[in-house]
């Protein structure tokens, strides 16, 4: 079974800088598209960046311009996070597509203070 390894979740102050990183479990395992999404209390899950393993990304408008996803070897996908507001502060999941099916993270609490 695929397993997503999360890290890099944690409490920053407004305007800080934050790294997320999810790592597909295994060394024979390979995603077609990587990502995160997120979930505040009260709101749906929402998306926050997806990228290809040919590296093609997609953003939500609420975090273009402050955030950056990148994929390594088509197993791990990080997520820069720059310029955090306090309306970023949510559960942010990892997410990834394999030809044998999709696959969720565990979650991590990213909290922005202000």
């Known amino acids: 079974q695929v397993q997503l390894v999360e890290s890099g979740g944690g409490l920053v102050q407004a305007g800080g800088s934050l790294t997320l990183s999810c790592a597909t479990s295994?060394?024979?395992?390979?995603?077609?598209?990587m990502g995160w999404y997120r979930q505040a209390p009260g709101n749906q899950r929402e998306l926050v960046a997806t990228?290809?393993?040919?590296?093609?990304a997609i953003y939500a408008d609420s975090v273009k311009g402050r955030f950056a996803v990148s994929i390594d070897n088509a197993k791990t996908v990080s997520l820069q996070m720059n310029s955090l507001k306090p309306e970023d502060t949510a559960v942010y999941y990892c997410?990834?597509?394999?030809?044998?099916?999709?696959?969720w993270g565990q979650g991590t609490q990213v909290t922005v203070s202000s």
């Open positions: 997410y990834g597509q394999y030809i044998f099916g999709t696959y």
């Open positions: 295994g060394n024979t395992f390979a995603a077609n598209l």
């Open positions: 990228v290809t393993g040919g590296r093609s």
